[in-house]
T-cell receptor, first 119, second 112 residues
Framework: AQTVTQSQPEMSVQEAETVTLSCTYDTSENNYYLFWYKQPPSRQMILVIRQEAYKQQNATENRFSVNFQKAAKSFSLKISDSQLGDTAMYFCAFMKYGNYGGSQGNLIFGKGTKLSVKP | KAGVTQTPRYLIKTRGQQVTLSCSPISGHRSVSWYQQTPGQGLQFLFEYFSETQRNKGNFPGRFSGRQFSNSRSEMNVSTLELGDSALYLC???????????FGDGTRLSIL
């Protein structure tokens, strides 16, 4: 069974600074996806970034980037130039590769990191 | 393009009752998944539907069931409600297999 661990329950950062959220996972699968989702107080889960395990290049989306270390099973999220709107719960999630004709892999989430951006 | 729509946003029920939650996926998305979010257990997968067929199921009792209609809309039903069923229920849709899942705002279910 796959597990996802986020070891930082809470973090804070000053506006405009950089923060890194940690995530480790355990799996015996070779093909899978990793995600970071953001859940602000409005509660909608918003996809931040996606990484495909077979790609060595780290994914980036504007101010958000990941450091994917497949051998170490580590998947951290770096937020640059933090903004007040980045205040939210951040969830790391794993999804194994689904085979066409079979089921969509379900997301397995970590417990989340509550990030506060301070003015 | 409209996002995933879940109704109702809030629901209050008493123990023993049953409840039905609704989810309309993003237009063109055929896969719908349901998740339960609680402070204690975090986010847990309930089930996934594609083309009106349940393809994957999480580790929940049979009181939790769902279905998907021909227009991809999905409903989730919980019977004989228990206090522990109080949670935020999130629906997610994706275009096809191995595509990112996009979430709705959720239905907050409170059991008294």
């Amino acid at each position: 069974a796959q597990t996802v661990t986020q070891s930082q329950p809470e973090m804070s950062v000053q506006e405009a600074e950089t923060v890194t959220l940690s995530c480790t996972y355990d799996t015996s699968e070779n093909n899978y996806y990793l995600f970071w989702y953001k859940q602000p107080p409005s509660r909608q889960m918003i996809l931040v970034i996606r990484q495909e395990a077979y790609k060595q290049q780290n994914a980036t989306e504007n101010r958000f980037s990941v450091n994917f270390q497949k051998a170490a099973k580590s998947f951290s999220l770096k937020i640059s130039d933090s903004q007040l709107g980045d205040t939210a719960m951040y969830f790391c999630a794993f999804m194994k590769y689904g085979n066409y004709g079979g089921s969509q892999g379900n997301l397995i989430f970590g417990k989340g990191t509550k990030l506060s951006v301070k003015p | 393009k409209a996002g995933v729509t879940q109704t109702p946003r809030y629901l209050i029920k008493t123990r023993g009752q049953q409840v039905t939650l609704s989810c309309s996926p993003i237009s063109g998305h055929r896969s719908v998944s349901w998740y339960q979010q609680t402070p204690g257990q975090g986010l847990q997968f309930l089930f996934e539907y594609f083309s009106e067929t349940q393809r994957n199921k999480g580790n929940f009792p049979g009181r939790f069931s769902g279905r998907q209609f021909s227009n991809s809309r999905s409903e989730m039903n919980v019977s004989t409600l228990e206090l522990g069923d109080s949670a935020l229920y999130l629906c997610a849709s994706s275009m096809s297999i191995n595509q990112p899942q996009h979430f709705g705002d959720g239905t907050r279910l409170s059991i008294l």
